[in-house]
């Protein structure tokens, strides 16, 4: 079980991993409101109410999309997408069909 309003990961861990330094307790506080309102907006599309405490695996996929959403929403993280080349292998059974 969790607290409400309380982080369910470290925090400090993230910042390390992602930014090499702390953030500020604006930029803290900021993040995590981020976080708490894109798990409502989450958990509002699936159709979840706020007060419903789910199985462990279904918390984590909502905390999941709500971090990354939290993330891009600060600028902390930049999603960009680049092309992939496809592999030999690939093209030759296009080929072939």
Do not use: Y
Not at 36 to 54: D, F, M
């Amino acid at each position: 079980m969790f607290t409400p309003g309380a982080p369910r990961f470290p925090l400090h861990t993230l910042e390390r991993q992602i930014l090499g330094e702390p953030l500020s307790e604006e930029e803290r506080a900021a993040f995590l409101t981020s976080v708490q309102e894109e798990e409502a907006l989450e958990r509002e599309a699936r159709g979840v109410p706020l007060s419903l405490n789910l199985s462990r695996s279904e918390q984590a996929t909502i905390d999941r999309t709500a971090i990354r959403r939290a993330l891009v929403a600060q600028g902390i993280l930049n999603i960009r997408k680049r092309r992939v080349a496809l592999t030999l292998k690939s093209i030759f059974r296009a080929e072939i069909s």
